[in-house]
């Protein structure tokens, strides 16, 4: 089985920087992701780890610690249109599908 | 781009009623995928699909079933609805190879009274 850990809900500042945490315990491990989820919309999809390190996609960038289960999602240069949630999901090493976490809901405040 | 389509935006059944989601997806992908969102409990799937005429149970299957007669479509009923399967539905599909990077359909929000 999985178990996925992320925050309920952060807030931050306009322009700023902002980290959100996602810790797993699971069986096996076959990559890790994170979506981006806007109020009343699908969730989309943000970036992909399986190996360690940090991946950077413009502002947003993914780090991935295997040995420690943990992984975060950095924002930078925080905008109004990131207020949404963030899921952390993990695939295991078999056929099975992703196991989603809770979700992290942002609030960008000005 | 990936285009999920889900048959209704917003849907409002009776306790008791046999209620059909339905779900095409434009692709081409093998694998398929229906979870419910609820607030504080995030995306729990309740039953997935790796090519036609499969299906497999998620985490939550009771109280509904499948049916995955062509590719491009996967459906999801409710046998008879009940109060506590009011929830946000939201169908997803993915390429068989590669990472699971999912394309969601925009949800469907059911109502069931």
């Known amino acids: 089985g999985q178990n996925i850990d992320q925050p309920t809900e952060m807030t931050a500042t306009e322009g700023a920087i902002v980290q959100i945490n996602c810790t797993y315990q699971t069986s096996g491990f076959n990559g890790l992701f994170w979506y981006q989820q806007h109020a009343g919309e699908a969730p989309t999809f943000l970036s992909y780890n399986v190996l360690d390190g940090l991946e950077e996609k413009g502002r947003f960038s993914s780090f991935l610690s295997r040995s420690k289960g943990y992984s975060y999602l950095l924002l930078k240069e925080l905008q109004m249109k990131d207020s949404a949630s963030y899921l952390c999901a993990v695939r295991d090493p078999g056929n099975t599908p992703l196991v989603f976490g809770k979700g992290t809901r942002l609030s960008v405040i000005a | 781009d990936v285009k999920v389509t889900q048959s209704s935006r917003y849907l409002v059944k009776r306790t008791g009623e046999k209620v059909f989601l339905e779900c095409v997806q434009d692709?081409?992908?093998?694998?398929m995928f229906w979870y419910r969102q609820d607030p504080g409990l995030g995306l729990r799937l309740i039953y997935f699909s790796y090519d036609v005429k499969m299906k497999e149970k998620g985490d939550i299957p009771e109280g509904y079933s499948v049916s995955r007669e062509k590719k491009e479509r996967f459906s999801l009923i409710l046998e008879s609805a009940s109060t506590n399967q009011t929830s946000m539905y939201l169908c997803a599909s993915s390429p068989h190879r590669g990472p699971e990077k999912l394309f969601f359909g925009s949800g469907t929000q059911l109502s069931v009274l």
């Open positions: 692709m081409d992908h093998e694998n």
